[in-house]
């Protein structure tokens, strides 16, 4: 083995790993292994699939498929590691409860009621409507995608090379990659509101406010974080748009009020400092996410 102050140099062999998965490596060597992998990915996938390609390896699958049936999750897709649907498959399931879950549906039935109204009921303001409430969806697909409450894996995901801050990241990812391509496509189909601001004005507060959530999360828990902002955020602009008389091409007072937290560069440049130093401070706080919620 590679002596200590080269550590960090050193990564798994596959001559290692499937010595490591065949139970033929010196002890030694078997603890400097499992010691490694706990902070290097690849070298964790490569001790992995060793062992899933070894005499353990269908054992291994009939207790990971028992243990999935047991917590009421379906396995991810049995296919090949390498070929691309597995590695379409992979992303998909490291993407977490938010998208296999109810959040999804939530999403859609936003965008339908804002369809419903402006199609249906010839409310002209329906793109205000929508532009309020955007900003906060991703938060609700923030608070279901990591933590004890949310994920019954979550104690065997945390304690892997990529759980902690890494695999809540990657979730996220994935719940602004579902609202942002659906949420400004869909306001760019409802009516225009004169004076108010185009659809893609949602994208800096709903950036911040995703930061802000993963930051305050790391001192509360995702769920309590998300709870917070969001219903601080429709506090503050769903009152404006309430009991306000319409003046015509589906303008009221309250959206020419709510139009000030999106419009103009004073508000967007705040909102893209806000998001700066969420994104500082969740790199100070990035390794509260390694501990497994007590709440």
């Keep these: 083995m590679t002596s200590p102050r080269h550590v960090a140099d050193w990564h798994v062999t596959d001559a290692l790993a499937l010595r490591y998965a065949e139970g033929a490596a010196p002890e030694t060597d078997a603890w400097s292994l499992e010691k490694h992998v706990e902070s290097c990915s690849p070298c964790a996938g490569r001790v992995s699939a060793a062992v899933r390609a070894g005499a353990a390896g269908p054992a291994l699958a009939a207790v990971r498929a028992e243990l999935l049936t047991s917590v009421g999750h ?28 109810s959040w999804v ?16 009921a010839g409310v002209q303001g329906a793109r205000s409507w929508l532009l309020a409430v955007s900003p906060v969806l991703p938060l609700g697909g923030v608070a279901v995608s990591y933590g004890r409450h ?17 695999l809540l990241l990657t979730r996220t990812a994935a ?20 004076g108010f601001p185009g659809v893609a004005a949602w994208l800096l507060p709903g950036l911040a406010l995703t930061l802000a ?4 999360g790391s001192f509360v828990g995702c769920r309590a974080a998300a709870a917070t902002l969001a219903g601080g955020w429709l506090l503050a602009v769903t009152g404006p748009l309430l009991g306000q ?32 130093a969420c994104a500082a401070l969740l790199v100070l706080r990035r390794r509260s996410f390694d501990h497994l919620e007590t709440r």
Excluded at 75 to 101: D, F, H, K, Q
Excluded at 186 to 194: D, E, F, M, R, T
Excluded at 213 to 216: G, N, R, S
């Design 245 to 276: 008389p319409d003046t015509g091409a589906g303008r009221t007072a309250g959206s020419e009020a709510l139009a000030d937290y999106f419009s103009g560069p004073v508000a967007q440049g705040s909102w893209a400092a806000a998001a700066l």
């Design 150 to 166: 949310a994920d019954p894996l979550y104690e065997i995901t945390a304690a892997t090379p990529s759980g902690g801050l890494r």
């Design 175 to 194: 719940v602004l990659a579902v609202c942002v391509p659906l949420l400004t496509a869909g306001g760019a189909l409802l009516p225009p509101v004169a």
């Design 105 to 120: 549906v939530a999403v859609a039935l936003v965008l339908g009621g804002a369809f419903a109204l402006a199609y249906g």
């Design 213 to 216: 959530t993963l930051a305050l």
């Design 74 to 101: 379906r396995p991810a897709p049995a296919v090949a590691a390498g070929s691309p649907l597995g590695r379409w498959a992979r992303l998909w399931w490291a993407a977490g409860p938010a998208l296999r879950g």
